[in-house]
């Protein structure tokens, strides 16, 4: 009888501890969600690029549209041309970079999916994505 009440002693004991972990995973996870931009006027379209620019490096050039249907973006690689001004074929190995818009307490964030680096955009007006 003892064994048996050990098992449950430990089994109740690893519950207890697992239990409040997962609450604060979703608690945390619940502050941040998936964002568009709500009518993006002109300063919030540039305060963007900028983002854009800081977090890859290069220039980048936007659709009219970016992050007002979508709370994600994959940039395209610029085509590489010859000086005819033909596209070079080539394959490329790496996987363009993608951003998520995310709306938290702190207004709308822009972050780079595979560096996880986040830039503010306080210029900006967000709405949760659907």
Partial sequence: MSRCFGLVYRFGLIFMLVIPAGCQTISAQSQTVAAL??????????????????????????????????????????????????????????????????????????ENQQTGEQEKLVGCNCRPAK
Avoid at 49 to 57: S, V
Avoid at 58 to 68: E, H, P, R, Y
């Fill in 37 to 110: 931009l709500d009518k993006p006027s002109v300063n919030c379209r540039q305060q963007l690029e900028q983002a854009l620019r800081t977090l890859t490096g290069g220039n980048v050039t936007l659709a009219q549209d970016a992050f007002t249907n979508a709370p994600t973006l994959i940039l395209e690689r610029a085509q590489i041309m010859d000086l005819n001004g033909v596209v070079r074929d080539g394959m490329l190995l790496e996987k363009p970079p993608g951003f998520r818009l995310w709306l938290s307490g702190a207004g709308c964030v822009l």
